[in-house]
C-alpha cells in the first residue's frame, strides 16, 4: 500500500466556531492518538484529506511541524447531507506493529442456477495485519453456491501477512432462495374462500 503524505497545523482552538473557521477554510479538524501519547489535535487540508480517505484504510505520512508519523483513520465523521469530512480521528501507527482493521468483502463468481440471491451478514471482516500492507479488500468466490450454503469468516481466503482477528466461525455470506410471491388472482380467490 502506498503511503500518501499530508501536511498538518497544530490546532489552539477548539469548539464548534472554531471547527466552523477551520472548515470555512477548508481545514478539516482532526486528532491524533496512539501509543501512549498524549492526543494531538491538528486540522488537514480538505481536498487531500477526502482524496486520501478514497482508500480504505490508507497509510497517511503525517508532516507536523518538522516531524513526521504514520497514522491511519480510525474514525471518520461526515456531514450526513453534503457528505463533508467533518472530523476525523487517525491513529498513529509504526513500521512492522500489527493492526486491526476491517477491510471490505467482495464476492467473484455465479451462485447456482435457480433464482438464489446472494445476503451479505458482513460487509466487512476484521483482520490483523502489518500497519504497512493493510489489504484494501478481501475476495472469495460464490461460484456454484446453493440456496442453504454460507459462507463463514475461516472460508475466506486472506492475503500473505494478514490473520482473522474476529470470530472465526461468524457467517459472512450466505445464500437464500429468491422468496415466489403469490399471484394477485390466487391470493384474491383465498381471500373469497376465507370470507
Excluded: C, W
Aim: hydrophobic share 45%; glycine share 8%.
Amino acid at each position: 500500500m502506498a503511503e500518501i503524505k499530508l501536511a498538518a497545523q497544530p490546532r489552539t482552538e477548539f469548539g464548534k466556531g472554531a471547527a466552523r473557521r477551520a472548515r470555512r477554510d477548508n481545514q478539516v479538524p482532526a486528532v491524533v492518538y496512539g501509543h501512549g501519547a498524549e492526543p494531538v489535535h491538528v486540522t488537514l487540508p480538505s481536498h487531500e484529506l477526502l482524496l486520501a480517505l478514497r482508500t480504505a484504510n490508507v497509510l497517511i505520512g503525517l508532516e507536523l511541524e518538522g516531524k513526521n508519523a504514520l497514522v491511519i483513520p480510525k474514525a471518520v465523521q461526515r456531514n450526513p447531507l453534503k457528505g463533508d469530512i467533518e472530523h476525523v480521528d487517525l491513529l498513529t501507527v509504526k513500521r512492522g506493529e500489527k493492526v486491526n482493521v476491517e477491510v471490505a468483502v467482495h464476492v467473484e463468481g455465479d451462485l447456482a442456477p435457480g433464482g438464489n440471491l446472494l445476503e451479505y451478514v458482513q460487509n466487512t471482516l476484521l483482520v490483523e495485519a502489518e500497519a504497512t500492507h493493510i489489504p484494501e479488500s478481501v475476495t472469495v468466490s460464490v461460484a456454484g453456491l446453493d440456496a442453504g450454503a454460507s459462507v463463514l469468516a475461516k472460508d475466506i481466503p486472506l492475503p500473505s501477512g494478514s490473520v482473522l482477528a474476529g470470530d472465526e466461525d461468524a457467517v459472512v455470506l450466505q445464500v437464500v432462495a429468491a422468496q415466489a410471491e403469490e399471484p394477485a388472482a390466487e391470493a384474491a380467490e383465498a381471500e373469497g374462500a376465507e370470507a
